[in-house]
């Protein structure tokens, strides 16, 4: 079966930097992607990595080490704004179907 | 702009009735996805489409169908619904020439009493 992990809420402060971890144990593996969803909102794409090693975007970094199933996700300098429910998801094969994680909501207190 | 939008946006039915929620997307994206999403359980593939006339059954399918007559829309319906499928249900795309990434529609909320 297909099994991904991630920590169900977390709390942190503003300004400060987190890191939201996720494992999997997939039967496939070409990709791990971040999402993004807001309260009543739809997922909003962050980042995708194919290759080990971490990828930088502005606040947010992505690191990945396929040897051990596992990736987080960097937010540094939170802000109010970050509050959201973050995605973890694998892409199972070159077939672009992907699974997703139950998700992390990320409280961010002032 | 492109776009993908779903509607309605939000629909109230009753047990046992047929149920259409359309999907519909500007980016000429070849691939299409319905999700949906419940507490406790995360996004969950219903089906999915890589292209015209091409269906395929996600983890959850039973009691849904898809059909995918051209590039733009691709329309779930539920036969016969059943208040176990009220849920909020998303719509997704992606372009397999170019990128693995998805790009998700709005959402649509729907409640079966």
């Known amino acids: 079966g297909q099994n991904i992990d991630q920590p169900t809420e977390m709390t942190a402060t503003e300004g400060a930097i987190v890191q939201i971890n996720c494992t999997y144990q997939?039967?496939?593996?070409?990709?791990l992607f971040w999402y993004q969803q807001h309260a009543g909102e739809a997922p909003t794409f962050l980042s995708y990595?194919?290759?080990?090693g971490l990828e930088e975007k502005g606040r947010f970094s992505s690191f990945l080490s396929r040897s051990k199933g596992y990736s987080y996700l960097l937010l540094k300098e939170l802000q109010m704004k970050d509050s959201a429910s973050y995605l973890c998801?694998?892409?199972?094969?070159?077939?672009?179907?992907?699974?997703f994680g139950k998700g992390t909501r990320l409280h961010i207190l002032p | 702009d492109a776009e993908i939008t779903q509607s309605p946006r939000h629909k109230i039915t009753e047990t046992g009735r047929q149920v259409t929620l359309a999907c519909h997307q500007t980016?000429?994206?070849?691939?299409m996805f319905w999700y949906r999403q419940d507490l406790g359980h995360g996004l969950r593939l219903i089906h999915y489409?890589?292209?015209?006339?091409?269906?395929n059954k996600g983890e959850v399918s039973d009691g849904y169908s898809v059909s995918r007559s051209n590039t733009e829309d691709l329309p779930l319906t539920l036969e016969s619904a059943a208040s176990s499928q009220t849920s909020v249900y998303f719509c997704?795309?992606?372009?397999?020439?170019?990128?693995?990434?998805?790009?998700f529609g709005p959402g649509t909320r729907l409640t079966v009493l």
């Open positions: 997939t039967s496939g593996f070409n990709g």
């Open positions: 990595n194919v290759l080990d």
């Open positions: 980016w000429n994206h070849n691939n």
């Open positions: 998801a694998v892409n199972l094969n070159r077939d672009d179907k992907i699974i």
């Open positions: 489409s890589y292209g015209v006339h091409d269906t």
């Open positions: 997704a795309s992606s372009d397999s020439r170019t990128s693995d990434t998805q790009y």
